[in-house]
Structures are given as structure tokens and as C-alpha cells.
């Protein structure tokens, strides 16, 4: 079998680092989502109306994304590699590449709940000199969510299908090639490691380019949506 090429990835090096600095990451941040939960429901002001809701379903994704990211799935990326390692507790009962597409599927709803709160905030004050509103602006209003959807999902199919389907082979051919390459990590053998495109075609850039792009996109629909909200507040006051 051939030797893995000797890695000088910081993560390789000193992995214990890595390891220890994610979990006290966790073991930090873990207060902060019981307690955003009660705030939101206990302490939010009742004329928050929708946006309360909206927020909570935001705070509900987040939960579940962190849960998932820091002891269900728990992904170890050695960037700027495509190989990861699934280290969570599911991974003794799911198959890898199952659990690394469906922590794929959590990443994108949590996503969509931030859209989801970003547009209620907007209509809520495009909306605040109206008592009704017409089934016309109505109908748009759910255009809209729907849109936020798909800003988020678009990139979803082409992140799924890029895993190859017999990862034994993929990381042979990874082992095989790239006798060179110093950022693969050392547990590329490991059952749990998953190769996330594939290594003899364009498909890793392919990936990598609509991924970025959705978060770009996602990120110019934020901002606009901040604009929008600033140039609402600017010219009620004049």
C-alpha cells in the first residue's frame, strides 16, 4: 500500500490543538442558546408580533445547527483540503456520508431562518402605516419567503451529488495522486473520513465556486434588505 505523503498542515501537526480549541468553543458558547431561547419566548415585548416567532424559529435552527456541528455530526474540515472527518456521536449508528449531507440540509435551513427573520423585519416596516393588507401584497410577501428559500437551497443539489459514492475509491485515487500534496489530513483512511467531491475532475472547484456564490448572494439580500429598512427609518422622520 502506498505511504501518505507527510502532511505540514497546522491541524496535522498539532491536532490535539485543534481538538481541544473546538471543544472549548462549545463548552463556551453552550449557555448561550437556553438562554437565548428564554429570552425570546419570556422576554421579548409583546408588539413584536410576527418577529417574535420568526426569531425564535431563527434561535430553533441555530440550536439545532450547533447541536449537530459540535456533538451529533461534529465536522472536522482540514481545509483547504475535500476530505473531513465525522467525529459525532452518530457516527456510530449512520453512514459518514449520509450524516455529512445531512448536516449539508442543516447548514442550509438554519440559512433560511436567518432570510426568514431579515424579510419579516423589512415587511414589518414596510407594512407599519397599514391595518389591512391586500391579497395582491399578500401574495408577495409569500414570493418573497419563497425566494429567500431558494437563494438558500440553490446550491444544495450541487453540494449533495458532489460526494462520490464509493469514497474508498475516491481516497485511493487521493493517495495514489497527490503524493505531493501537503493539506490532506492524516486520517484519510479512517472510516469515518469523508471525501467531499470528486478528485479526478473540475467538480471540487465547481463546488467550491456555487457555494461561495450563494453566500454571496445571501449576504447581498441581507444588506439590502438593512438598506431598505435605514431608508425607511430616514424618510419617516422627514
Keep these: 500500500m502506498t505511504a501518505l505523503p507527510v502532511s505540514r498542515s497546522i491541524w496535522n501537526e498539532n491536532p490535539v ?3 481541544v480549541f473546538k471543544r472549548a468553543y462549545s463548552v463556551i458558547i453552550t449557555p ?3 438562554l437565548a431561547h428564554y429570552c425570546v419566548l419570556r422576554k421579548s415585548p409583546k408588539n413584536f408580533e410576527s418577529l417574535k416567532w420568526f426569531l425564535y424559529f431563527h434561535v430553533f435552527c441555530t440550536t439545532i445547527e450547533w447541536f449537530c456541528a459540535f456533538f451529533l ?6 481545509e483547504p483540503s475535500i476530505v473531513l472527518r465525522i467525529d459525532g456521536v452518530l457516527k456510530y449508528f449512520i453512514n459518514p456520508v449520509l450524516l455529512y449531507r445531512m448536516f449539508s440540509v442543516v447548514e442550509d435551513v438554519s440559512a433560511i431562518s436567518a432570510l426568514f427573520l431579515f424579510c419579516n423585519r423589512l415587511l414589518i416596516i414596510v407594512n407599519m402605516s ?3 393588507k391586500s391579497l395582491l401584497r399578500k401574495f408577495i410577501e409569500l414570493c418573497l419567503y419563497f425566494l429567500a428559500i431558494f437563494f438558500c437551497i440553490w446550491s444544495l443539489p450541487f453540494t449533495l451529488s458532489s460526494v462520490p459514492d ?3 475509491n475516491a481516497k485511493q485515487i487521493i493517495m495514489l495522486t497527490f503524493q505531493t500534496e501537503i493539506f490532506y489530513p492524516d486520517c484519510l483512511l479512517d472510516p469515518t473520513s469523508v471525501v467531499v467531491s470528486d478528485p ?13 456564490a450563494s453566500w454571496l448572494i445571501i449576504g447581498l439580500a441581507i444588506v439590502i434588505q438593512e438598506l431598505g429598512r435605514f431608508g425607511e427609518k430616514v424618510s419617516s422622520r422627514l
Design 17 to 19: 490543538g485543534y481538538f
Design 73 to 78: 455530526i461534529d465536522l472536522y474540515d482540514f
Design 166 to 168: 464509493d469514497q474508498n
Design 32 to 34: 448561550l442558546y437556553p
Design 130 to 132: 397599514r391595518r389591512h
Design 200 to 212: 479526478v475532475n473540475i467538480s471540487e472547484n465547481l463546488t467550491a465556486e456555487i457555494e461561495i
